[in-house]
């Protein structure tokens, strides 16, 4: 099993959020100029399971003046609800089984595209949310912030909502919190999606030292962060993400938040749990990753699929880091496949 020397994340961006940067600034620019079956049932919740659900997001409040417009519109509001000492903002949308949907490092529940949660929509009853500190999430800087703590958080609001092992999709550092939650909480789920994660510790194949200094050099322009995430020649998923990227009004990021996702991403670096329970882990799981990808090398996906006991590999050969967005069609096809919701 091949093991790298791991680059240590650095402090000034993190990689989603350098992502979302990258955007904005090219959008400013525009503007200028065979699976597992998850076992998750599609048939409608019980009536006491309904109102089981209903009685524990009594607490949730509807954020005012949240809801998007235009082809966003579907999203609905953002409601809030008290989860492991924190309220964690989320949005809720779609038909059909359960869908939780972890974003990466920094990122927010903003930084999914209108097209891939709407394509996921019409399979899956589906739920966003922030990350403590993150947007819409309030935090407690009173411990310090882990990928295994915004597991717990993750398995909280799965529990708060009521769901009933959901399906878990997770992107870059949110493959990362999947994979933590099936490796120590397998029971809150019914099956994992991770797209562009590692599983941390010694075993972890990180970003290539060079790739790591362009994603932190304040210097580096936004076309120069969009070639991290899409391959030269998607020029046509590029114009798509830099053009989705106002239909979702944004959220924000402080520089508290900032600090403590390093540590967090700091600390996965050493931290061996997830490696260590992922093998006890019954829940099936999906791994995919580009080829192309130079943010996370496409060997982890490898490493992750030898060390799970109920995993598939899927390799997109012409995609980066972004390929859930750069080919959402052929990806949303796998996860309705891979979880029986098609």
Same mark, same amino acid.
């Given at each position: 099993?091949?093991?790298?020397?791991?680059?240590?994340?650095?402090?000034?961006?993190?990689?989603?959020?350098?992502?979302?940067?990258?955007?904005?600034?090219?959008?400013?620019?525009?503007? *200028?100029?065979?699976?597992?079956?998850?076992?998750?049932?599609?048939?409608?919740?019980?009536?006491?399971?309904?109102?089981?659900?209903?009685?524990?997001?009594?607490?949730?409040?509807?954020?005012?003046?949240?809801?998007?417009?235009?082809?966003?519109?579907?999203?609905?509001?953002?409601?809030?609800?008290?989860?492991?000492?924190?309220?964690?903002?989320?949005?809720?949308?779609?038909?059909?089984?359960?869908?939780?949907?972890?974003?990466?490092?920094?990122?927010?529940?903003?930084?999914?595209?209108?097209?891939?949660?709407?394509?996921?929509?019409?399979?899956?009853?589906?739920?966003?949310?922030?990350?403590?500190?993150?947007?819409?999430?309030?935090?407690?800087? @009173?411990?310090?912030?882990?990928?295994?703590?915004?597991?717990?958080?993750?398995?909280?609001?799965?529990?708060?909502?009521?769901?009933?092992?959901?399906?878990?999709?997770?992107? *870059?550092?949110?493959?990362?919190?999947?994979?933590?939650?099936?490796?120590?909480?397998?029971?809150?789920?019914?099956?994992?999606?991770?797209?562009?994660?590692?599983?941390?510790? @010694?075993?972890?194949?990180?970003?290539?030292?060079?790739?790591?200094?362009?994603?932190?050099?304040?210097?580096?322009?936004?076309?120069?962060?969009?070639?991290?995430?899409?391959?030269?020649?998607?020029?046509?998923?590029?114009?798509?993400?830099?053009?989705?990227?106002?239909?979702?009004?944004?959220?924000?990021?402080?520089?508290?938040?900032?600090?403590?996702?390093?540590?967090?991403?700091?600390?996965?670096?050493?931290?061996?749990?997830?490696?260590?329970?992922?093998?006890?882990?019954?829940?099936?799981?999906?791994?995919?990753?580009?080829?192309?990808?130079?943010?996370?090398?496409?060997?982890?996906?490898?490493?992750?699929?030898?060390?799970?006991?109920?995993?598939?590999?899927?390799?997109?050969?012409?995609?980066?880091?972004?390929?859930?967005?750069?080919?959402?069609?052929?990806?949303?096809?796998?996860?309705?496949?891979?979880?029986?919701?098609?």
């Amino acid at each position: 099993m091949p093991v790298s020397r791991r680059t240590p994340r650095v402090l000034s961006r993190s990689r989603l959020a350098v992502a979302a940067a990258a955007v904005a600034l090219a959008a400013v620019a525009c503007s *200028s100029g065979g699976g597992h079956a998850a076992g998750a049932s599609s048939g409608r919740p019980s009536a006491r399971a309904t109102a089981v659900a209903s009685a524990r997001t009594t607490a949730a409040v509807v954020v005012p003046h949240s809801t998007p417009s235009g082809k966003a519109a579907f999203l609905g509001p953002v409601r809030q609800i008290p989860v492991n000492g924190i309220r964690m903002g989320y949005r809720r949308f779609g038909s059909g089984p359960d869908l939780v949907m972890v974003m990466g490092d920094t990122g927010t529940m903003s930084d999914w595209t209108v097209d891939l949660l709407s394509r996921l929509g019409r399979h899956y009853h589906v739920t966003i949310f922030d990350n403590r500190g993150v947007g819409y999430t309030t935090d407690d800087t @009173s411990v310090p912030d882990t990928i295994p703590l915004m597991a717990d958080d993750t398995v909280g609001l799965i529990k708060a909502l009521g769901l009933r092992h959901p399906a878990l999709l997770g992107w *870059s550092m949110g493959g990362e919190i999947g994979l933590t939650v099936a490796a120590l909480h397998p029971g809150a789920i019914s099956a994992l999606v991770s797209s562009g994660g590692d599983l941390g510790g @010694s075993e972890a194949i990180n970003t290539p030292a060079a790739v790591a200094k362009e994603l932190n050099s304040p210097t580096t322009t936004g076309p120069q962060l969009l070639d991290l995430l899409f391959p030269a020649d998607a020029t046509a998923a590029r114009a798509a993400y830099v053009e989705q990227l106002g239909l979702i009004p944004p959220e924000k990021v402080g520089d508290a938040t900032l600090l403590r996702q390093y540590q967090a991403g700091q600390a996965y670096e050493s931290f061996e749990g997830t490696w260590d329970k992922l093998p006890d882990s019954t829940v099936p799981m999906l791994i995919t990753n580009g080829s192309l990808d130079r943010v996370t090398p496409p060997g982890n996906a490898s490493i992750i699929t030898h060390r799970a006991r109920h995993a598939e590999r899927v390799m997109f050969p012409d995609a980066g880091h972004a390929m859930l967005v750069q080919d959402s069609g052929r990806f949303v096809s796998l996860v309705t496949r891979f979880t029986a919701a098609g």
